[in-house]
C-alpha cells in the first residue's frame, strides 16, 4: 500500500526530505504540501498545496504526516493530528517544554496510529553500528562516556535564525545537542538520572558585538543591509560559500551579533544514569571544525568514533588488541539515515512495531535536554 503524506512545513529540512528522501520512496506520495509561507511548494507540482495545517490533517486521503516545523509548533500540530487519526513523523526535538513534552506524551498514550521522532543519527550506518558492537557486548558493561559535538561557523543558522531566542527554541541543548544527548541514552542503555551543567554565550549576541564593535548591534541589522557583510566571516553569504550551500532567498539573515540572542553558545554537561553509567558532553557553536566525537569506557574494553574518519575503533582492555570498522558507505544526496528512517516509519505503519526512534525514546532525550539547561540557569543538579 502507498503511503500518502502530507508534509507540514517546508523549510530547510522539511522541503529537502520530502524531496529527496519520501518522494523517492516507491511505497510514499508525497499527496499535499503545506507552508506558512508558501516556501518551496514549485518542488511539489503533482501535491495538493495550502498554508494552513488544518486542512492537510482533514484531508481523507492523507495518511501521514511529516512534521517540519520549529520546534515550538510540534505539540499543537502533533495534538491536532492525533485527533484527526494520521500517522505521525515528527522532526525534533518533541517540544521545547517540560509542560509540552508531557502533553504530547499523555496525549499519545495508547494511540494506535505510527508514531516516530526525526532522530535520524539512530537510522545512520555508523551511529547503528556502533549500537550493534555496544550490544554484542564487545566493550563489556558501558560505565563512562564522553562527547562533544563541534560546531563550526557558529552552527551555520543557529544564531541567524529562530534558533537563537530561548522564546523559540529554549536552548541549543535541546535543538542541537539532543541528537547525541540520545545516542548516549541509547548507548549507555539506561535512563538518565541526574544532570548538572554548566553554560554561557560568550562569542555570538550582545556580548560577541561589544567584543567586535565596541558597541551593541541595531536590532534590525541583517546581513543583506549589513556594510560589512562581504567580510564578515559571520555573514550568511560567507557562511554559505564556506560550506558550498547554494544561495537561497529564504535562508533567515538576522545579524549573529543582535541583543536579542539568548541562548548559550557552549555548555558542559554531565549525567548519571539509573544503571550508574557516567556520561559527560560538550557542546561548541564557535569550534573550528565540524566533528561529532564519542568516546565509550566498558568493563571490557574501550570504544570511539567520529563521524568524519566515519570510523569505529574498539580496544579491549586486557589483550590491548585494537579493531576497526570503516564506514564506506556514499550518502547520495541524502543526509545519513534518511532513507532508513523512513523506512522504519513505513514499517511502522504497515506492521505496528515500534519505531527505533520512537515516543519514549524522544520524550527521555527532551527531558534530559530541558533538564541541562535549568542547572546551568539555576546551578542545581537536576534530576530528571
Ligand atoms: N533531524 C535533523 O537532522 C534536522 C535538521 C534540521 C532541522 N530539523 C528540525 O526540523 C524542524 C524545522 O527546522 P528547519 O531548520 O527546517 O526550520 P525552518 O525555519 O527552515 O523551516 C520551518 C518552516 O516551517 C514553516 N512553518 C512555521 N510554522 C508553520 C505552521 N504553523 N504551519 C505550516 N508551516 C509552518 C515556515 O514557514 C518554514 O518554512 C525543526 O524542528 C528542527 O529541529 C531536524
Not at 523517492?24 to 498545496?49: R, Y
Not at 494506535?112 to 521522532?117: I, L, N, Q, R, Y
Not at 562516556?145 to 531566542?165: K, P, S
Not at 567520529?306 to 582492555?317: C, H, L, P, Y
Request: net charge negative; hydrophobic share 35%.
Amino acid at each position: 500500500m502507498t503511503v500518502r503524506f502530507g508534509i507540514i512545513g517546508l523549510g530547510n529540512r522539511g522541503y529537502k526530505y520530502a524531496l529527496r528522501t519520501i518522494q523517492k520512496h516507491q511505497g510514499a506520495e508525497i499527496f499535499m504540501v503545506c507552508d506558512t509561507f508558501g516556501h518551496h511548494f514549485h518542488h511539489f507540482p503533482q501535491a495538493l498545496t495550502t498554508n494552513d495545517y488544518q486542512e492537510v490533517l482533514d484531508h481523507p486521503e492523507v495518511d501521514a504526516i511529516f512534521i517540519a516545523t520549529p520546534d515550538d509548533t510540534h505539540a499543537e500540530i502533533i495534538l491536532a493530528a492525533i485527533k484527526a487519526n494520521k500517522h505521525i513523523l515528527c522532526e525534533k526535538p518533541l517540544e521545547i517544554s517540560d509542560e509540552k513534552v508531557t502533553k504530547i506524551e499523555t496525549a499519545l498514550e495508547n494511540y494506535d496510529k505510527a508514531f516516530e521522532v526525526g532522530y535520524v543519527l539512530r537510522y545512520a550506518r555508523t551511529y547503528s553500528k556502533v549500537k550493534e558492537l555496544i550490544t554484542s557486548g564487545i566493550i563489556g558493561q558501558v560505565i563512562m562516556a564522553n562527547v562533544i559535538d563541534h560546531v563550526q561557523y557558529g552552527g551555520y543558522a543557529y544564531f541567524h535564525d529562530w534558533h537563537r531566542t530561548r522564546q523559540k527554541s529554549t536552548s541549543l541543548l535541546l535543538q542541537k545537542a539532543t541528537h547525541s544527548l540520545d545516542l548516549i541514552n541509547w548507548y549507555v542503555n539506561s535512563r538518565p538520572e541526574k544532570v548538572v551543567a554548566f553554560g554561557d554565550l560568550m562569542v555570538f549576541g550582545e556580548v560577541g558585538a561589544i567584543e567586535k564593535f565596541g558597541k551593541p548591534v541595531p536590532d534590525d541589522l541583517h546581513c543583506g543591509n549589513c556594510p560589512i557583510s562581504d567580510t564578515c566571516e559571520e555573514s550568511i553569504q560567507n557562511l554559505a560559500k564556506e560550506k558550498n550551500i547554494a544561495w537561497s532567498e529564504h535562508w533567515p539573515d538576522n545579524c549573529v551579533f543582535n541583543s536579542e540572542v539568548d541562548v548559550d553558545d557552549h555548555q558542559t554537561v554531565m549525567i548519571y544514569y539509573a544503571n550508574k553509567a557516567k556520561a559527560t558532553y560538550q557542546l561548541c557553536q564557535f569550534a573550528a571544525f565540524y566533528k561529532r566525537e564519542f568516546h565509550f569506557f566498558g568493563t571490557k574494553g574501550e570504544l570511539y568514533f567520529d563521524d568524519v574518519s566515519n570510523t569505529i575503533v574498539v580496544t579491549d582492555r586486557l589483550k590491548s588488541e585494537t579493531l576497526t570498522y570503516q564506514n564506506n558507505h556514499q550518502e547520495t544526496n541524502m543526509e545519513p539515515g534518511d532513507e532508513e528512517q523512513l523506512q522504519d516509519f513505513l514499517d511502522a505503519i504497515h506492521t505496528g512495531k515500534t519505531p527505533v526512534s520512537n515516543l519514549e525514546s524522544s520524550v527521555l532525550a527532551g527531558k534530559l535536554a530541558l533538564a541541562a539547561q535549568r542547572s546551568i540557569d539555576h546551578e542545581t543538579i537536576e534530576i530528571i
